[in-house]
């Protein structure tokens, strides 16, 4: 057999068996799935389940950019837990966020219930929660998430990424910017040189009780506030002003001001300041109006872990 033959034969027969492996170029470059028609496309999706959906809608960006509309389920959404006045499900297995997170599960990535997140697997803490069922993982002993007021729930790592770029920007290095979920909610306001991560919030209450809250997340000590654990001490400094009706009955919808004080408990109480085993320190009420039921504002000074890793026992 000549030569070129013998090389055409071969030739023809790696391409064969490449072709039978892997599918041809032309096959590699252009999948059935991306042939079908948008119609068609869309009956199929329509027909998933919504974790299947999603997992779809994720596979590629041809598919992430044709369901980039469709795909808005609040029952994938970061947990708000003040908001929707539940406590985390007592069968974490069946919460579709956490089904959702834990299909997507990887080599790189595992879920953690504490944080209701993926993580990078060598962040957990010890390495051995890895072996344990993923609804019941956690990325580390404490880990968890604090409801700072209806629309805003933080890790504890989102705390550190706002110690981290409260820090970064005081001394003037370039930052990246703020995580998304975190930018709905916050502002970034500079006051006489203290930066804080600020949100104003009327979501807490009900039809008797209007509550005005401001807060502020800021980073640093502040002694006369009791807040001296080091440098790295993020905090949240609140001004709760509670408008009562004085002929309602009296509000039954509690104002949480850290998952162990309401504060219309307090207001009843009569007294005038309140610290708490948890760290959060109250000040007020002070009244804002003529009658002193109608409207009054506390501050209250709530510690959100001093940026070391782990998180202390003092998180939630
Ligand atoms: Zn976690
Ligand atoms: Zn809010
Ligand atoms: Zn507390």
């Given at each position: 057999?000549?030569?070129?033959?013998?090389?055409?034969?071969?030739?023809?027969?790696?391409?064969?068996?490449?072709?039978?492996?892997?599918?041809?170029?032309?096959?590699?470059k252009d999948p059935a799935?991306?042939?079908?028609?948008?119609?068609?496309?869309?009956?199929?999706?329509?027909?998933?389940?919504?974790?299947?959906?999603?997992?779809?809608?994720?596979?590629?960006?041809?598919?992430?950019?044709?369901?980039?509309?469709?795909?808005?389920?609040?029952?994938?959404?970061?947990?708000?837990?003040?908001?929707?006045?539940?406590?985390p499900s007592a069968n974490p297995e069946n919460v579709p966020r956490n089904q959702l997170l834990v299909r997507l599960e990887d080599s790189r990535w595992a879920f953690c219930s504490a944080c209701v997140n993926l993580h990078r697997r060598k962040e957990f803490t010890p390495r051995s929660a890895l072996k344990i069922s993923p609804f019941k993982r956690r990325c580390m002993p404490n880990a968890g998430i604090v409801d700072l007021c209806p629309c805003a729930s933080v890790t504890y790592r989102d705390c550190l990424h706002i110690a981290k770029y409260l820090r970064e920007t005081s001394r003037g290095n370039p930052v990246r910017k703020p995580r998304a979920r975190l930018r709905q909610v916050f502002g970034l306001l500079d006051l006489e040189g203290q930066r804080f991560w600020v949100h104003r919030c009327?979501?807490?209450?009900?039809?008797?009780?209007?509550?005005?809250?401001?807060?502020?997340?800021?980073?640093?000590?502040?002694?006369?506030?009791?807040?001296?654990?080091?440098?790295?001490?993020?905090?949240?400094?609140?001004?709760?002003?509670?408008?009562?009706?004085?002929?309602?009955?009296?509000?039954?919808?509690?104002?949480?001001?850290?998952?162990?004080?309401?504060?219309?408990?307090?207001?009843?109480?009569?007294?005038?300041?309140?610290?708490?085993?948890?760290?959060?320190?109250?000040?007020?009420?002070?009244?804002?109006?003529?009658?002193?039921?109608?409207?009054?504002?506390?501050?209250?000074v709530r510690p959100l872990g001093n940026g070391g890793w782990p998180a202390g026992i003092g998180w939630h």
């Open positions: 057999m000549a030569e070129d033959s013998l090389y055409q034969l071969l030739w023809n027969g790696l391409s064969t068996l490449t072709g039978a492996l892997f599918g041809s170029e032309e096959e590699r799935i991306f042939a079908l028609s948008p119609p068609l496309l869309r009956e199929i999706f329509d027909l998933l389940s919504p974790i299947d959906q999603i997992c779809l809608f994720l596979s590629c960006v041809k598919f992430y950019r044709e369901f980039e509309f469709a795909v808005n389920y609040d029952e994938f959404s970061f947990p708000r837990l003040l908001h929707t006045n539940t406590q009327f979501a807490l209450g009900d039809a008797n009780t209007k509550v005005d809250l401001s807060y502020g997340l800021i980073l640093g000590d502040r002694p006369s506030l009791g807040i001296a654990d080091g440098p790295l001490t993020l905090s949240m400094l609140a001004r709760y002003t509670i408008h009562c009706n004085p002929l309602a009955p009296v509000a039954d919808k509690p104002v949480f001001c850290c998952p162990h004080q309401d504060l219309l408990d307090h207001i009843r109480s009569g007294e005038q300041w309140r610290y708490l085993p948890c760290g959060v320190r109250i000040f007020g009420p002070r009244s804002e109006s003529d009658s002193p039921s109608e409207s009054v504002t506390m501050l209250v």
